[in-house]
């Protein structure tokens, strides 16, 4: 069983920086995403990052958000500049892990970011 927990959202004006840190409650070797869902829309793939360090980004987000992971801490981070008004969502942190061929999806309880204009 895996715990995901993240932090640092909150309210700020467009154009500043927050970021996001999620802290996993035990090993993660397989790839971390950042999802977030704003209000009356489907949640999205925001970035994600292999424990390789290898990272992807949503076209929304490509030069203003950096995803990073330490895996001896256990933690992955989201870094968000440039921050828009359409940026607010709850942001979610979530992984995959298999086992014996069974894939268990584990997710954060989430945080907010507000971003006003």
């Known amino acids: 069983q895996v715990q995901l927990s993240e932090s640092g959202g909150g309210l700020v004006q467009a154009g500043g920086s927050l970021r996001l840190s999620c802290a996993a409650s035990?090993?993660?070797?397989?790839?971390m995403y950042w999802y977030r869902q704003a209000p009356g829309k489907e949640r999205e793939l925001v970035a994600s990052?292999?424990?390789?360090?290898?990272?992807n980004y949503a076209d929304s987000v490509k030069g203003r958000f950096t995803i990073s992971r330490d895996s001896a801490k256990n933690t992955v981070a989201l870094q968000m500049n440039g921050l828009k008004p359409e940026d607010t969502a709850v942001y979610y942190c979530?992984?995959?892990?298999?086992?014996?061929?069974?894939?268990?999806?584990?997710w954060g309880q989430g945080t907010q970011v507000t971003v006003s204009s």
């Open positions: 990052i292999t424990l390789s360090g290898r990272t």
């Open positions: 979530h992984t995959e892990i298999f086992s014996f061929a069974v894939k268990y999806d584990y």
């Open positions: 035990g090993t993660i070797s397989s790839t």
